[in-house]
Every structure is written in C-alpha cells, then in structure tokens.
C-alpha cells in the first residue's frame, strides 16, 4: 500500500502595500469629478457668451452714439477700455465663477461622497489643496480666455470709429490680466467658503453677498469706510480696470480711491484667506 504524500502547505506571500498616493494623483481626480459633470462646461459656456455678449453691447452702444459725442470725446475715447470689461459682463463671472467654486466643495458633502474621499485619502488638507489646484488652474484659462476675448471683439468694432486701443494703450494690460484673475480669485473664495460652510445653498448665497452685496454698505466718503470697501474684490477690480482716477476736484464729496498695490493685495488675500482656513478647519472637524 502507497503511503499518501502530505499535502504541501503553500507559503503565504506577503501583503502588497498599496503605493502612497500622490498629490498628483488627487489633482488627476479632482480634474475628473470636475469635467465628468454636465454643469461644468453648460456654466463656462454660458458665462463665457454672457461676458462676450456684454462686451459687444457696450461697444456697440458708443459705436452708435459716437457721431453724438463731443470733438474731444471723440479723439480720446475715454470709453474704450471700459466697453472692454463692462461691469455687467464681469459681475455675471464674478457671480458664477464664486457659486460654481462654492459647489465644488459642497457637492461631495451633500451626496455623501466626502466620507469616501477621506477614506482613500485621510489627508483632508491635501484633498482641499487639490480642489484649489483644480479649481484655480479652470477658473484661469477661463477668465484669460473671456478677457482676450471680450478685449478683441470690443476693439473691433470701436475701430471702425477709429475708437478702438490695443494693449500698448496705458492701463490696458493690467485690465487684462485683473479681469483674467478674477475668476479663479472669486472661484477660490467660494471653495473656502463652501468647505466652511458645507451648504450648498447657503455657501452660494454667502459667496453672493461677500463679492457683490458687502461693498455696497461702505461709502467712499469716510476714510475707514473707503480703506473698508477698496480692500473688496469688486471694488479692487474696478480700480484695476481703470485707466484714470477720478480726482478731488472732479467730486463735491471727499475720495479716496484705492491705489494699485491695495487692490493687487485685496485679489491675493481674500482666495489665500478662506483656502487657509478651511485647510485649517477641515483638519479638525468630523465628516
């Protein structure tokens, strides 16, 4: 009789750790729950037509009132820069562009999807780094894009009244490129304050009131009113889309304008401030 052979007891093979994930790995993911969603590129679409648009019609609307202007509105066409960033148009970015970053953060608290972010990565500041990334590289490409643009079609058409100015115009460039930074600067604000806030409603009504109703309760006529509105994005905006400033004498009441630097240091601070305290704040709150 054949002794059985014992059966060979397989050797267990070590566990395969999983390899570190990398920030780039989150930037790549975030990057997809962006695009995979309808809304994104409806919004950036509609906003885009929306600015375009407001552009056309401010030029249009000098190009037809020009024959009535004086001789020396006529030869300085003080209007041009303007037509070019109409403050209809970049309102409407402004207003989109901070609900959309709002929704970015809120959406996956809303559907729940968070708990199964911080569980692939427990590292909550690096997914909020990640969404800012995200968010700021868009939200730029668009804003160049929609300024380029709402730049050339305006020029166009105020240059068959021999109105229109290029970029070696004095203030044209840095109207340019401060109505490009708008968006992922208002984009940016919203994403902090949708991870504060964590409502998508109430995030979006809050980003709304920040970047458009709050400069509204401070006057320019008191100093610490006027240092209060200057430092707003919408009022620095406006100074940097400038190509002149209103002096004293041209006014009844006092004014106290934003200089150049105050408004470049309202545009860093406002996104840098509500990123930083939402990366400090997601650390120590619960899902």
């Not at 401010?58 to 006529?74: H, I, K, V």
């Amino acid at each position: 009789m054949t002794p059985k052979t014992p059966m060979a007891v397989p050797v267990g093979r070590p566990a395969v750790t999983p390899p570190p994930v990398r920030f780039a790995d989150l930037v790549a993911a975030e990057w997809i729950k962006i695009r995979s969603l309808r809304s994104t590129s409806w919004t950036l679409a509609l906003v885009t037509l929306v600015v375009i648009g407001a552009a056309v019609a401010a030029a249009m609307a000098d190009y037809n009132n020009f024959p009535g202007y004086s001789p020396e509105t006529q030869r300085e066409h003080p209007f041009s820069l303007h037509d070019a960033f109409p403050a209809a148009g970049y309102m409407s970015l402004m207003l989109a562009a901070g609900c959309v970053g709002a929704v970015t953060a809120t959406g996956e608290y809303g559907s729940g999807l968070i708990r199964t972010t911080t569980v692939a990565v427990p590292a909550r500041g690096a997914v909020v780094a990640a969404k800012a990334v995200v968010t700021a590289a868009l939200w730029t490409v668009v804003g160049l894009s929609v300024a380029a643009c709402s730049f050339a079609v305006s020029q166009t058409i105020l240059s068959g009244r021999d109105a229109g100015i290029t970029l070696g115009h004095p203030g044209a460039v840095r109207a340019l490129v401060a109505s490009a930074l708008l968006a992922p600067v208002c984009a940016l604000l919203g994403l902090g304050l949708g991870f504060l806030i964590r409502h998508s409603a109430t995030a979006m009504v809050t980003t709304t009131f920040t970047l458009l109703m709050l400069p509204m309760f401070f006057s320019t006529e008191k100093r610490w009113s006027a240092e209060v509105r200057n430092m707003m994005v919408d009022s620095a905006w406006q100074r940097l889309t400038m190509d002149w400033v209103p002096s004293q004498a041209d006014s009844l009441i006092p004014l106290h304008t934003a200089t150049l630097t105050q408004s470049w240091v309202a545009y860093a601070l406002w996104p840098t401030a509500a990123v930083a305290l939402a990366l400090v704040l997601v650390r120590r709150r619960d899902v």
